[in-house]
Nanobody, 128 residues
Framework: QLQLVESGGGLVQPGGSLRLSCAASGFTLGYYAIGWFRQAPGKEREGVSCISSSGGSTNYEDSAKGRFTIWRDNAKNTVYLQMNSLKPEDTGVYYC?????????????????????WGQGTQVTVSS
């Protein structure tokens, strides 16, 4: 069965950190670019960051720049998102998604419609 599984979410105070993981099973993650998205209650899903299949190219949305870091370990079939200096507005369900057709140079993160597989999401809550 082909699936992506996110983990690492939880409740954290403002200014705290979390590391999310996106693990693939049933397929080789190294062939896919990976995007991280989030959806806050009552809001549309938005992109956060993305990384090329090789890991050589990354991109961050403005909300994540300087605070979040994405990287991957293809040997472990896993992509990570380190989130520092978390703010209440970072609260939401975080999803990872895999895109087989993305270029190696990611000038922009692929549109959400481009992704082939999606995980079920992990809840991140930033609150005091």
């Amino acid at each position: 069965q082909l699936q992506l599984v996110e983990s690492g979410g939880g409740l954290v105070q403002p200014g705290g950190s979390l590391r999310l993981s996106c693990a693939a099973s049933g397929f080789t993650l190294g062939y896919y670019a990976i995007g991280w998205f989030r959806q806050a209650p009552g809001k549309e899903r938005e992109g956060v960051s993305c990384i090329s299949s090789s890991g050589g190219s990354t991109n961050y949305e403005d909300s994540a720049k300087g605070r979040f870091t994405i990287w991957r370990d293809n040997a472990k079939n896993t992509v990570y998102l380190q989130m520092n200096s978390l703010k209440p507005e970072d609260t939401g369900v975080y999803y990872c998604a895999a895109d087989r057709g993305a270029p190696q140079l990611l000038r922009l993160c692929p549109s959400s419609t481009k992704y082939d597989y999606w995980g079920q999401g992990t809840q991140v809550t930033v609150s005091s």
